[in-house]
């Protein structure tokens, strides 16, 4: 399995702000996924994020809001720029471990905006 | 984007009882996995399944992959209190491409 922590885990902010969210693994990974999950709903992929190059963003979702870093093979950056209360969500980061195909996720970031 | 159909969409069993849930899919996928997330946490891996009929157990956790490789269950045995949480199940097309997931199905169990 993989070891991933997040930062913060929990956060309130207003309206209209940016909060940058942090993920580590323990390990060197190719490809880190950052996911959103709005209350009482699935995982629904925001972006793939590969080392040295720009993160790949899913329908609905744009650079301009999503920005997301990737400088090392260890650590990756997601910020949620001008946020309304329509981007409360736990955050999540997830990478692939093992075989490729099982996926392991941080604790989450808890995001409430007012 | 797509997403798999995940039933029931929760269940309130009591303590010591067997459950099961299911998800199924209009399409074809190469794996199969089962996740369970407590309140505040992320998702924990609890079984992945890679062939078609694969039956495979994690302690009281037993899951399957459908033969047409369009589903797969999960049963709990034996409920206990810390079962409780929301069971999601997941599936991939091929490697290293992100995971297409189910709805969950929130579980209680009333001791």
């Known amino acids: 399995s993989a070891v991933i922590s997040q930062k913060p885990s929990r956060d309130i902010c207003q309206r209209g702000t940016s909060l940058t969210i942090q993920c580590q693994v323990d390990?060197?990974?190719?490809?880190m996924f950052w996911y959103r999950q709005q209350p009482g709903q699935s995982l629904t992929l925001i972006a793939t994020?590969?080392?040295?190059?720009?993160?790949?963003?899913e329908s609905g979702f744009v650079i301009d809001k999503f920005p997301i870093s990737r400088p090392n093979l260890t650590f990756s950056t997601l910020t949620v720029s001008n946020m309304s209360p329509e981007d409360s969500s736990i955050y999540l980061c997830?990478?692939?471990?093992?075989?490729?195909?099982?996926?392991?996720f941080g604790p989450g970031t808890r995001l409430t905006v007012t | 984007g797509q997403q798999l159909n995940q039933s029931p969409q929760s269940m309130f069993i009591q303590e010591g009882e067997d459950v099961s849930m299911n998800c199924t899919s209009s399409?074809?996928?190469?794996?199969w996995l089962w996740y369970k997330q407590d309140p505040g946490e992320g998702p924990v891996l609890l079984i992945a399944?890679?062939?078609?009929?694969e039956l495979t157990s994690n302690g009281r956790l037993t899951a399957q992959f459908g033969i047409t490789r369009k589903d797969s269950f999960l049963n709990i045995s034996a409920s206990i209190p810390s079962d409780v949480g929301i069971y999601f199940c997941?599936?991939?097309?091929?490697?290293?491409?992100?995971?297409?997931f189910g709805k969950g199905t929130r579980l209680s169990v009333i001791a």
């Open positions: 997830s990478v692939f471990k093992g075989s490729g195909y099982e996926q392991y």
């Open positions: 399944l890679y062939k078609a009929g």
């Open positions: 390990s060197q990974v190719t490809m």
């Open positions: 399409s074809i996928f190469n794996t």
């Open positions: 997941a599936g991939s097309r091929s490697g290293n491409t992100p995971l297409v």
């Open positions: 994020a590969n080392q040295g190059s720009e993160a790949t963003y």
